[in-house]
């Protein structure tokens, strides 16, 4: 298997201990994603699967969404029924507060990906110009799930997409392990320009005829939420397993790419049998069976100042089981993980960051909690 060095952290399982999720907002419709713009405003956007974008602001959610995608994203995200198309990826550019540009990453009505971007209306902050679209890439769905779906900014300024395996069972095209596609793999983009997007020269496939240039990382089943740590530029990857079990990888902010987390050869730890493994495998740092829950929710690490205790911590979640686990380095360099709260209550969506670097979950039944001191 290939090695990754991590950085000493000698820490100890964190105590739920002193620790309370405060509601502060309600009424919402499958929320799936909450961030905020960097511009110094507060405010917290909702991503709403059905194609609503929601603003949080002095503690009220705005009744007029910042942008309406509903009538363009898969029609089922609007229905009573479970699907795993809609609207399912948010981010702001980093110097959104001078370029008001934001992308999403969604279904449309056809069930395939479209990552697009837009700006901020001229005329208030809280709408979004919805004739502003411009389409960065698009990618065909060969089936309903395994969508992928989160777009992240990392420290370099490039953007991260997420993309499943393409779905159904077992991966049957194997697209985790195929160079030739973007399905199972996390993609890096530079879409600094006016229009469309470059790859960067440094990307790790680049310049090889197999693969497919915009690949950052494969081998990956179903990578709903990933997220850079905030202070030193970490990649954490919360990937969906199959019938077994649930994976958080870790990649370091040094790292050169092209890292392969194994699928469909491995599902966590331990290999599926579909296929013969390859040498490059590199496994994840967390996993649980579905004993304990069915989609990992991946999180963020806290760098907050609420709850100094679990600076360091990276937090990550079941939408099934509602439990929380944080996963960290011992002494030895060992990745160690544990139960946070078990059976919370709470159908984990995603979490998400305010602009203080508080930890915020949310709930997929309609509401958004934050991380804060025990009364």
Do not use: C
């Not at 440094?202 to 202070?231: C, H, K, M």
Request: aromatic letters at 12%; a negative charge.
């Amino acid at each position: 298997m290939a090695a990754l060095a991590f950085p000493a952290a000698a820490q100890e399982a964190p105590s739920a201990e002193g620790v309370q999720l405060v509601q502060i907002a309600g009424n919402l419709t499958r929320p799936i994603f909450v961030t905020h713009a960097g511009d110094g405003s507060g405010r917290l956007f909702v991503a709403q699967q059905g194609g609503l974008i929601k603003i949080i602001a002095d503690g009220e959610v705005l009744q007029t969404p910042f942008l309406n995608l509903s009538s363009i994203v898969s029609a089922e995200a609007n229905s009573q029924n479970y699907t795993e198309r809609g609207l399912l990826g948010l981010a702001f550019a980093p110097d959104y507060a001078e370029s008001g540009r934001f992308y999403v990453n969604y279904t449309d009505i056809n069930g395939n990906t479209v990552v697009a971007r837009y700006t901020v209306s001229d005329s208030d902050p809280n709408l979004a110009d919805p004739n502003s679209a411009q389409i960065i890439l698009t990618q065909q769905q060969p089936h309903s799930n395994h969508n992928g779906g989160n777009l992240a900014f990392g420290a370099d300024g490039y953007l991260y997409v997420a993309f499943g395996d393409g779905g159904s069972q077992g991966d049957p095209q194997g697209n985790g392990q195929n160079l030739g596609t973007w399905l199972g793999k996390i993609l890096r983009i530079d879409v600094s320009g006016d229009a469309g997007y470059v790859v960067p020269e440094d990307n790790p496939f680049v310049g090889s005829p197999a693969a497919q240039p915009e690949i950052w990382a494969y081998g990956l089943r179903n990578p709903w939420r990933f997220s850079f740590d905030t202070e030193t530029g970490d990649l954490y990857i919360g990937d969906v397993g199959g019938d077994r079990y649930e994976e958080v990888n870790f990649e370091p902010a040094d790292s050169a790419g092209g890292v392969n987390y194994g699928w469909n050869t491995y599902e966590g730890m331990h290999p599926t049998g579909f296929r013969n493994p390859p040498d490059n495998v590199t496994l994840p740092v967390a996993e649980y069976d579905h004993s304990q829950g069915v989609t990992v929710a991946g999180g963020y690490v806290y760098h907050g100042e609420l709850l100094p205790q679990l600076d360091g911590q990276y937090f990550y979640g079941d939408w099934g089981s509602g439990t929380l686990w944080t996963a960290w380095r011992d002494a030895n360099d060992v990745w160690q993980s544990a139960v946070f709260i078990r059976n919370s209550g709470h159908s984990i969506s995603s979490f998400g960051l305010d602009e203080n670097n508080e930890l915020l979950l949310v709930d997929y039944n309609g509401a958004i909690f934050r991380f804060e001191p025990a009364a």
